[in-house]
């Protein structure tokens, strides 16, 4: 099989008309000039073809499969090959080999039930001042149960990602999550127990509730947060 290094793998990078389109991953060299999603040797305003991709892919979300569907052309010379970028224990290897789901898919799908209760919480927060009926004040008290038994779970399924694609690297995105999703949990545990010992805080006006719809929204401004630097991880700003 044919041997590129890097220099020769640049050239192509999708730029010239009627010219293949190749990339690298892994120490292996495919041809993606049929691919809709390599159109111009760009993929997803992110990735550019004509160089080893192998550390950008790792962070996608899909694994290697992907790469049976085009052809594989050559390899990259030994003595370009990229080291290692992280190695996992075998068993956890093994087990995301077997079901490459885990490996990405479970924080997404946990995430947005965070967001969606977090701002349920105030929203019909907001519909019971405006109205007076305490019927959407219970609602959000159930919301903000709901927000509590989901965040732990997106929490650790964002922990397993960032240890599985990212290698634990200290990203500062990723960074800026962490610590913003401790505070979501701190105040959201807060607001419970404010609610619980004080059934009628929507109902009393004063510094108190004051306070605690300041709390509320402070919620929905860290989820908002979370959301923004989780969405750069995967679709970054376009630099111009």
């Known amino acids: 099989m044919k041997e590129f290094d890097l220099d020769e793998l640049a050239s192509f990078n999708g730029q010239e008309p009627g010219k293949p389109v ?11 000039s049929g691919s809709k999603l390599w159109k111009g040797g760009n993929h997803m ?13 790792a962070a996608a979300p899909h694994g ?28 956890l290897e093994g087990l995301l080999a077997r079901v490459p ?16 209760f977090t701002f349920s919480v105030l929203g019909f ?26 965040l732990p779970l997106a929490m650790a399924t964002g ?3 960032w240890w599985i694609n990212y290698q634990a690297r200290p990203i500062r995105p ?31 006006p004063g510094p108190a509730r004051l306070g605690y719809l300041f709390l509320v929204g402070s919620l929905a401004v860290l989820v908002s947060v979370i959301g923004w630097f989780g969405a750069m991880l995967t679709f970054p700003l376009e630099k111009k």
């Open 45 to 57: 305003r992110r990735h550019q073809a004509g160089n080893d991709l192998s550390a950008e892919l």
């Open 174 to 204: 990723v960074m800026i999550k962490f610590w913003c999703s401790l505070l979501l949990l701190m105040g959201a545990t807060v607001l419970l127990i404010w609610r619980l010992q004080v059934p009628e805080i929507l109902s009393q």
């Open 22 to 32: 190749y990339l690298a991953r892994d120490g292996n060299v495919y041809d993606v």
């Open 125 to 150: 927060t907001l519909l019971a001042l405006v109205t007076g009926n305490p019927g959407f004040g219970t609602t959000a008290l159930h919301c903000l149960v709901a927000l509590l038994l989901f």
């Open 101 to 116: 789901f885990l490996a990405r898919h479970p924080h997404p799908m946990l995430v947005h039930y965070p967001i969606v």
């Open 159 to 161: 922990f397993s990602t």
């Open 64 to 91: 290697v499969e992907v790469f049976e569907r085009v052809t594989q052309v050559g390899v990259i010379k030994a003595r370009s090959a990229p080291a290692p970028i992280a190695t996992l224990p075998p068993w």
